[in-house]
């Protein structure tokens, strides 16, 4: 092996059903005042903040009842401020593990988050080390449990950008697939699609390296099976192989990248609001045409390929397996762009705006935004 890398991820990974009853002492261990950072449903924490009161935390909620922005981002730092908090703790799915990441990094902060943000703002790294952050995922999807940043709405702008620092990596990441059962079919959906984008992105990345590599050709097929299986019933196995595909997809895309499905995905739910697994889903399957078309070397989109054509019961080249997926996609209940939302405006200024988005520095070819357009218009 000749290719140099490196690769980053949370301090320490607790994977495994009932791996939550471990959660009480390993926070109290670093803080005794927590802020418990969760959805809108205050009784999903409630388990977890009685166990914690139990070990001798005093608890603070904070709840996040829509994917965060800078104003949400700003109240839950000045609760965290004012309560002192030692330790931050986010249970929840995507948007309220990055809402819980990003209060961690600027409760200490002596900047404005503008400083901080990627495109929007200045981008600059912390001054300071974040709060010792732990990440305890209820959905199969973002893997932000494992990941450097936050993903921000800015609404002055429109935008969906990154908070980002090297020391954003939780503490501790604590991964207990039974916390995922019962979620419903349609935020499996999305949330299951987006996790599969997240292995097939960092795996057809310009920066993909064999460790990424290891994580991501496994979980592919694993994760298209898994969730096959879940729009058929509840599967308690199956919600373990998403979660676990959802770890790796975290992983894998902290040190590899995204590529063009992140790239417009980040621009088009802060234009319009939609539901980032959602949008993920709709574009996976054209973007991947559009990159196979395109690249110079196609050895591991046809990789892909050959996983979607097994799992869809496809011919193996891309366009017919792309295809399948996107027929399967839409049976299942995942509903196209404009269904979402999100029109023709919104899909020109996205493809406009992809070009600075730091998901598409690493996609496997260079795609214009006109291919960005038409391959919108074809997830419409």
Known sequence: MSQAFAFATAT?????????????ARIAALGRRVLLVGGAT????????????AAGCRVTHFAV????????????VALARTTGAEVVVALGGGAVIDAGKAIAAMAPAPRQMLDHLEVVGLGLPLDVAPLPFIAIPTTAGTGAEVTRNAVIGVPDHARKVSLRDARMLPRLALVDPALTDGCPRAITLASGLDAITQVIEPFTSTRANPLTDALCADAIPRGLAALKRLMQGEDAQAR????WVSLCGGLALANAGLGAVHGLAGPLGGLTGAAHGAICGALLPHVLRAN???VADPARLDRVAGCLSEAFES???MDSAAQALSAWSQSAGLPGLAAQGIGPEARAAAALAAATSS???ANPAP??????????DAAA
């Open 12 to 24: 320490e990974i607790l994977f495994g059903r009932g791996k939550l009853v471990e959660a009480p």
């Open 42 to 53: 205050p009784a999903r924490a409630a388990p977890l903040a009685s166990a914690l009161a």
């Open 65 to 76: 009842p829509r994917e965060p922005d800078v104003p949400l981002i700003e109240a839950g």
């Open 240 to 243: 373990d192989e998403m979660a």
């Open 292 to 294: 196979r078309r395109a």
């Open 315 to 317: 011919a193996p080249d």
């Open 359 to 361: 998901s598409m520095k």
């Open 367 to 376: 795609l214009s935004a006109a291919d960005l357009v038409a391959v919108q």
